[in-house]
């Protein structure tokens, strides 16, 4: 296996990489509030990779992936934005490899996708898709038997 491989990180590092890191900031649908959240964490080098929104009536629920979770995290507590996390799935998807084949190897897998959403940017300029679905270790090993490669968390911070 090449230098560099998922494999070589594991053993270097002594563990298996960290899934990438998605942030639900919940917010009042109230005009200028997304900006605010994106301001504060670009305002301390927090860099935006992945972004959604699910808007309702009342309020507003942002989907981020950032490069320094760690930070994010810090910068939203202490500026009082609630927040969950989840651990996603994130899958490079590169010339003859379409949308349709990750779902071809996650429908033959038997896995309920919940969302998904593009990387805005990522380290090397490959498109890539978050996904959030059911049993995302299982999903992880069927889109690696399928030739594609999973994105970690270290692969996506600067």
């Known amino acids: 296996m090449p230098l560099g491989s998922v494999s070589s990180t594991r053993t270097a590092r002594g563990r298996t990489p960290e899934p990438a ?10 005009l200028g509030r997304m900006h605010d959240v994106v301001r504060t ?6 860099h935006v990779l ?8 009342d309020s507003t629920i942002i989907r981020l992936i950032v490069d320094d979770p760690d930070r994010a995290r810090e910068l939203l507590t202490k500026h009082a934005f609630p927040f969950t996390e989840t651990k996603l799935v994130v899958v490079e998807i590169e010339g003859e490899r379409q949308l349709g084949d990750v779902l071809a190897a996650l429908l033959e897998a038997e896995l309920n996708i919940h969302y998904t959403y593009p990387l805005l940017t990522r380290p090397g300029g490959k498109s890539a898709l978050a996904i959030s679905l059911e049993h995302p270790d299982v999903a992880e090993d069927a889109l690696k038997r399928h030739q594609f490669t999973v994105l970690y968390q270290g692969d996506l911070s600067r």
Do not use: G, R
């Open 21 to 30: 890191t998605q942030f639900s900031v919940f917010i009042p649908n109230k």
């Open 50 to 57: 992945a972004l959604t929104l699910l808007d309702t009536t």
């Open 41 to 46: 964490l670009a305002a301390q080098e927090v």
